[in-house]
């Protein structure tokens, strides 16, 4: 960190909230504890968030959870119960954010909907994310990100035209979902700041999903296409596609643009290609995208992937390995960029996780802590250093099961 840059971190003065479970919602308070918002996790006693045991495990650890959960205060609270409900409210009255991705109704159900707790604080700002919204006739759906996934566009051109639709290889539904309902609590707060009120920011993982779709609708209902599986292409834009090289391996390449596809020539020692007719336009390269794949990758299975990487490097033109977690781990901009940092976990020692995006040049974001590793770790802190309870108080929430 520079002298210019300002230790305190931007969102310090802002305390969260997080209800929910698995992926979106807990994202989503991630992300805000990553700028230094307060994050308060709640977890109901004796039933933890599942995400504590997906994926991979070390020693009977879930590696998941440190980096999901990283920068959070772990407390456990039951909202089923009605002196659950009402310590809910305590904490709301000292909250600027709550976040729940719990199915539409549940918050009511427990008498926790908005109306209710914006009565209590005004400035509140509830971030709901749910599969299909709030509103509408499928609303009482249930939708996990591969849903939304699905009705949101996406799995139906992700994959090869002779195969199923297929996945990406994360759960990308979700994550979008909470970056979405991100950008939408930023804005709720900036917007707090003229008007002193909060509001609802209501997110859904369809319409997250259905939001990147670029030119999808217009497409079917003004050209009358509908866009379908493609594999490594996109319709109309090459070169932009996987190669196979002499060292058997694949590297991308995206040269699309008229400058580039120029530039890609050159490297290939074949600056003629470029004055081809069948290549000299974009339209033209997508009309003929087949013959113009086979041309570059005779060039790379000529070269190995590093020649041939090192070739498009010199003439400017955008080209990668497609890494695994071995080559990320291994490559020095990641390093430099600080993308993979290490923290101290209390089981398993020192604990590789990925870095803070975006990076802010004067007040940058910190991981300060990995996820709780027990629930209800800062329930003392919590409950008696915010709302005041004694340890009476605390030991007989915890005999009636309530924290």
């Known amino acids: 960190m520079t002298e210019e840059q300002n230790t305190s971190l931007p969102l310090s003065d802002i305390r969260v909230i997080e209800l929910g479970t698995l992926l979106a919602g807990p994202f989503s308070g991630r992300l805000l504890g990553d700028f230094g918002a307060e994050v308060i996790k709640v977890e109901p006693p004796g039933k933890s968030d599942p995400m504590r045991n997906w994926g991979k495990s070390k020693d009977g650890v879930g590696l998941w959870w440190p980096i999901q959960s990283r920068n959070k205060k772990s407390i456990t609270l039951n909202l089923r119960v009605e002196e659950g409900q009402e310590i809910l409210k305590e904490l709301v009255k000292k909250t600027d954010i709550l976040i729940e991705n719990f199915r539409p109704g549940t918050m009511e159900k427990w008498n926790l909907s908005y109306e209710i707790l ?33 009705i949101g566009g996406l799995r139906y051109v992700t994959g090869f035209d002779d195969r199923p639709p297929s996945r990406v290889g994360v759960s990308i539904g979700d994550t979008l979902t909470a970056l979405f309902a991100t950008i939408g609590c930023l804005v709720a707060l900036h917007e707090r700041d003229r008007s002193g009120k909060g509001q609802i920011v209501d997110t859904a993982l ?38 196979f090289t002499g060292d058997k391996t694949y590297i991308v390449i995206g040269a699309n643009a008229d400058g580039v596809f120029q530039r890609l020539c050159e490297a290939m020692d074949q600056p003629d290609l470029a004055l081809d007719s069948r290549f000299v336009t974009h339209n033209a390269r997508g009309e003929n995208m087949k013959v113009l794949d086979l041309l570059i990758e005779e060039w790379t299975k000529s070269l190995t992937a590093k020649e041939a990487l090192k070739r498009l490097d010199e003439k400017g033109v ?86």
Do not use: C, W
Not at 132 to 147: D, E, H, I, L, M
Not at 378 to 389: K, M
């Open 118 to 150: 914006s009565e209590i604080n005004p400035k509140l700002i509830m971030v709901r994310t749910s599969g299909f919204g709030q509103t509408g006739p499928y609303k009482n759906r249930a939708g996990f990100g591969s849903v939304g996934e699905a």
């Open 318 to 403: 955008p080209s990668a390995l497609i890494y695994s977690a071995k080559d990320i781990v291994e490559d020095p901009h990641y390093q430099e960029r600080e993308m993979i940092i290490k923290m101290d976990h209390p089981q398993l020692g020192e604990f590789p996780m990925p870095g803070v995006v975006p990076k802010l040049s004067r007040t940058p974001g910190k991981v300060k802590t990995v996820g709780a590793e027990t629930m209800g770790k800062h329930n003392e802190e919590v409950y008696s250093g915010l709302l005041n309870y004694d340890e009476v108080k605390i030991n007989e929430l915890r005999e009636r099961n309530v924290i």
């Open 206 to 243: 369809y319409e997250s999903v259905f939001s990147i779709m670029e030119s999808l609708i217009p497409d079917y209902m003004l050209a009358g296409y509908i866009r379908e599986r493609m594999g490594n292409i996109l319709p109309g834009i090459a070169p932009s596609n996987i190669y």
